[in-house]
């Protein structure tokens, strides 16, 4: 199982980035699919989440109106387009897989609920 995460970099404040997390190794179809990020002496926290069989999204407060999570299938891929950026979204991305989560249930925010996790991608911003 593989998730590779890119597209990280550095922007300045107010710019737009897209992540791509390329998912392959099993099926994915019945999963929840999520973004995390972790700064410098932080905790990783919850970014969004879709849902890859009904296309159901989940975002935290902090980037509500400003990242949008989508998913292509036939390319096996969950993007995490992120607009308006500010320095406080400085951090590692990563691309995390939840198996286990119902498609009737909402999806979870812990990354404890996560079972396969990408390798990360480091977006920084520039005040």
């Known amino acids: 199982v593989q998730l590779q995460a890119s597209g990280g970099g550095l922007v300045q404040a107010g710019g737009s980035l897209r992540l791509s997390c390329a998912a392959s190794?099993?099926?994915?179809?019945?999963?929840?699919m999520g973004w995390f990020r972790q700064a410098p002496g932080d905790e990783r926290e919850f970014v969004a989440a879709?849902?890859?069989?009904?296309?159901?999204?989940y975002y935290a407060d902090s980037v509500k109106g400003r990242f949008t999570i989508s998913r292509d299938n036939a390319k096996n891929m969950v993007y995490l387009q992120m607009n308006s950026l500010k320095p406080e979204d400085t951090g590692v991305y990563y691309c995390?897989?939840?198996?286990?989560?119902?498609?009737?249930?909402?999806?979870?925010?812990?990354?404890?609920?996560?079972?396969?996790w990408g390798q990360g991608t480091l977006v920084t911003v520039s005040s």
């Open positions: 995390a897989a939840d198996p286990s989560t119902p498609w009737y249930r909402s999806a979870k925010y812990s990354p404890a609920e996560y079972t396969y």
């Open positions: 879709i849902k890859w069989s009904t296309a159901s999204t």
């Open positions: 190794g099993r099926t994915f179809s019945s999963d929840v």
